[in-house]
């Protein structure tokens, strides 16, 4: 009776547990036997028969690529700057037959068990990742275990993984060199998570942009953000309550940099004349603004399409490196720069 009641909900995890090991240690076991020694086996093969665990899942195959069908892990669902890598995604997945299921990662908490083991049972060929962090936690050998991924979009030499994205750190310089050019000293910069190794990027992009030019980096200017617009109208506030304001502002998304013209407008401050702002992303908003936003693009479809055919290859049994795939990026100018009209100090 005992374990019928187990085996009503035992789950991988379950197994784990009575084990004593991880659950991609178990997945190991159960799939591979002959990578895992004969004792942990042994302990496995045991958690399995006391919980009344069933791998129905890796029972019907353990070959890859035959449930036909791509996990895609976004950091925001609510974010409009996947959309179109998504798009790239679905389309290159359509055309060879698979199916794209979407996964967000903002509450991923309650989805961790989930994600976990839809990996761990085959029941996707492969995972699309759209930032740094994986829905659940794994190290770099047990990352060896699962499906094949591929990053899209960010940069994290840690991860080993096959890694579609720009380069931040260039894009974020030329930006900040635009500005520099306007003949605007007094430049702000809006920043995304600190912990997103993009952010990292774009924020030592604005620096080096600044100290080529001789100017010092003022702490006050850097404000922390996380991609929202209001995270833009909180930065505008107080960027403009200091003693010396700044007289334009780098923002590291599109979506903050609306917030702060936004807040800017309630303020009674005109865009560009009294302060110019550029954003990071060319999402659609940006051009439907007013003023249409100057910004960063990002070729956000072609990262998706790119991202999709290294995971094909590696379904395919190609041979894939980690590391990065550079794609082109182009600084927009639109009318929410201009030319300094403040007096030099």
């Known amino acids: 009776m005992e374990q019928t009641k187990e085996a009503a909900g035992a789950t991988m995890k379950d197994v784990a547990e009575k084990a004593g090991v991880s659950t991609a240690t178990v997945s190991r076991a159960l799939m591979n036997p002959e ?82 083991n839809l990996m761990l049972t085959r029941q996707i060929d492969g995972m699309v990742l759209l930032g740094s962090q994986l829905p659940f936690d794994t190290s770099v050998e047990e990352q060896r275990n699962l499906p094949p991924m591929v990053m899209a979009n960010e940069f994290a030499p840690a991860r080993e993984l096959p890694t579609v994205h720009i380069d931040n750190l260039t894009a974020a310089f030329e ?45 006050h200017y850097i404000v922390p953000g996380d991609f929202t617009f209001d995270a833009g109208s909180r930065a505008m506030k107080y960027l403009m309550a200091l003693p010396r304001r700044p007289d334009a502002i780098f923002c590291h998304s599109d979506i903050m940099a609306l917030g702060a013209m936004s807040e800017a407008k309630i303020m009674g401050l005109r865009v560009p004349q009294d302060i110019s702002l550029i954003g990071f992303d060319d999402i659609e908003l940006s051009r439907y603004s007013d003023p249409q936003l100057t910004t960063v ?35 927009k100018i639109r009318g929410s720069t201009a030319p300094s009209l403040r007096d030099k100090e």
């Not at 604005?206 to 980096?217: C, F, H, P």
């Not at 790119?306 to 082109?328: H, T």
């Open 297 to 331: 693009a990002q070729p956000r479809f072609n990262i998706g399409r790119e991202a999709m055919n290294l995971l094909l290859a590696q379904l395919k049994g190609k041979p894939v490196n980690s590391g990065s795939r550079l794609l082109d990026f182009e600084v």
């Open 175 to 219: 930006a900040v060199s635009h500005l520099l050019k306007l003949g605007h000293s007094r430049i702000a910069c809006i920043t995304g998570p600190q912990d997103m190794p993009l952010c990292q990027y774009r924020l030592q992009g604005y620096i080096q942009a600044l100290k080529r030019n001789d100017i010092a980096v003022d702490p």
């Open 35 to 116: 990578k895992v020694s004969a004792a942990t086996r042994l302990k496995v093969e045991e958690a399995v028969v006391a919980t009344g665990y069933s791998p129905h899942a890796m029972a019907r195959s353990s070959k890859r690529s035959e449930s036909h069908t791509i996990l895609v892990i976004v950091p925001d669902i609510c974010d409009p700057f996947f959309s179109e890598i998504i798009r790239g995604v679905e389309e290159v997945a359509a055309a060879q037959g698979y199916l794209v299921l979407i996964g967000d990662c903002a509450h991923q908490r309650p989805q961790e068990k989930s994600f976990l």
